[in-house]
């Protein structure tokens, strides 16, 4: 069974960066595509990311566009989400989440994904 693990969240100021780790183990890592969620106090699970199995595919929510870069290394088992120009507004838990398919189709679903992570926090404040 495909087991993520989180790591790199933390407390950050406003226009700050961070960047996110996701460690994954387990059958078939190489076989799906990785996908980044977040969720704020009160608000429902949004979106953020995804990047194919390849690495040759990705998608970005509107909201961190031209600010958030995923990557992923498949020879360390490892997908990266690299957060610049940080607001309060990102401020959440972040999963990370291994999906069904190799590409991102509706990749923005929590349907369309398998495994999941426990989750690290992510605060953005002044």
């Known amino acids: 069974q495909l087991q993520l693990v989180e790591s790199g969240g933390g407390l950050v100021q406003p226009g700050g960066s961070l960047r996110l780790s996701c460690a994954a183990s387990g059958f078939a890592w190489d076989s799906n595509a990785i996908g980044w969620f977040r969720q704020a106090p009160g608000k429902e699970r949004e979106g953020v990311s995804c990047?194919?199995?390849?690495?040759?595919?990705?998608i970005y929510a509107d909201s961190v566009k031209g600010r958030f870069t995923i990557s992923r290394d498949n020879a360390k088992n490892t997908v990266y989400l690299q957060m610049n120009s940080l607001k309060p507004e990102d401020t959440g838990v972040y999963y990370c989440?291994?999906?069904?398919?190799?590409?991102?189709?509706?990749?923005?679903?929590?349907?369309?994904?398998?495994?999941w992570g426990q989750g690290t926090q992510v605060t953005v404040s002044s």
């Open positions: 990047i194919s199995r390849s690495g040759d595919s990705t």
């Open positions: 989440a291994a999906h069904r398919t190799r590409t991102c189709y509706h990749g923005n679903e929590g349907d369309a994904y398998a495994y």
